[in-house]
């Protein structure tokens, strides 16, 4: 009997050990590139969802244009949007 106790104490403590350790490790952020069709590009922390009406691509994180490609870097707007002619436009 006391050694079921033991091994059940043990067994405990190192679940406890396991599950704290996973809460403190970090977690990894989803980002992507968004372009819209006029070719302004700009970075997404989180997943974003745009409706198909708004003509946007989304690509990895990692993407960027190839050579010749005609795009050009922005810097995100406030909140959750998309740039519409160079205007950072916020989807509520």
Do not use: F
């Not at 350790?21 to 006029?38: G, K």
């Not at 691509?57 to 002619?85: A, M, P, T, V």
């Amino acid at each position: 009997m006391k050694i079921l106790c033991k091994t059940l104490l043990i067994a405990a403590g190192a679940a406890t050990v396991t599950v704290g350790a996973l809460t403190m490790s970090p977690q990894t952020a989803s980002a992507a590139v968004v372009c819209n069709s006029s070719g302004d590009c700009w970075r997404t922390r989180g997943r974003h969802s745009y409706g198909p009406d708004l003509n946007l691509r989304i690509y990895g994180d990692s993407w960027r244009w190839r050579k010749g490609e005609n795009y050009r870097w922005r810097n995100s707007g406030r909140g959750h949007g998309y740039y519409r002619d160079g205007v950072w436009v916020t989807i509520r």
